[in-house]
């Protein structure tokens, strides 16, 4: 689950660009320092949920033009305008392992082994930071094929695969041909007696991606 105290507020997202799903992010940082899968977060509603970036471009220094996953016209992208951008600490690169690299390439004075001790260590902090949830392989074995279905708006679709690359576990579901992305956190219920998971999207959830 995505947590507010992970979070970094990195700009906003301002209005769209064009019709293809473009949207202007105003921002001082550097898309390019993004680690690993890059996905911006924002409250929906009271729901932090994540948004994965297809691919982005500078457009001057203080702003970058954004283009999401499954998210293909005006219409859909104006649903972010306004909000605030946040990202997760553990993705953006830090000054202090920007300047010790800089340091390294300038002197060139350690030892292979100092350099293969620092690369090791680098390595087990990356892979510390990736370790999926504790419930990500329950969540994976046990929800595939359950039909979501939301408070107010009934059967949405069966759940037909498990996204679980984050710690904002994501059932993948076809709604109307497309494919959606719903967070675990928005789970109100789940009967694995009735292979269902009961959801509360917030309002408007949906319209993103339809």
Same mark, same amino acid.
Request: hydrophobic content about 35%.
């Given at each position: ?61 203080? +702003? ?56 090791? +260590? ?62 675990? +956190? ?25």
């Amino acid at each position: 689950m995505i947590r507010e105290k992970d979070l970094l507020k990195i700009g906003q997202l301002t209005k769209p660009h064009g019709v293809k799903g473009e949207i202007s992010l105003l921002t001082d940082y550097d898309m390019r320092d993004i680690s690993g899968d890059p996905f911006i977060v924002c409250d929906m509603d009271g729901i932090l949920t994540p948004f994965f970036i297809e691919q982005f471009r500078p457009r001057s220094s203080s +702003a970058t033009l954004v283009k999401f996953e499954n998210i293909d016209s005006e219409e859909k992208v104006k649903l972010l305008s306004g909000k605030a951008a946040y990202l997760p600490s553990e993705l953006m690169i830090s000054p202090e392992t920007e300047t010790e690299t800089e340091t390294e390439t300038e002197t060139e004075t350690e030892t292979e082994t100092e350099t293969e001790a620092k690369a090791k +260590a680098k390595a087990e902090t990356k892979a510390k930071t990736k370790t999926k949830p504790k419930n990500a392989a329950t969540a994976r074995n046990n929800l595939n094929g359950y039909l979501v279905t939301d408070e107010a708006i009934g059967e949405i679709g069966q759940v037909k695969d498990i996204d679980d690359s984050t710690m904002n576990i994501l059932l993948k579901i076809d709604y109307k041909e497309f494919e959606i992305l719903v967070p675990l +956190a928005l789970a109100v219920s789940i009967s694995h007696e009735e292979k269902t998971v009961g959801v509360s999207l917030p309002e408007g959830f949906l319209n993103i991606y339809v």
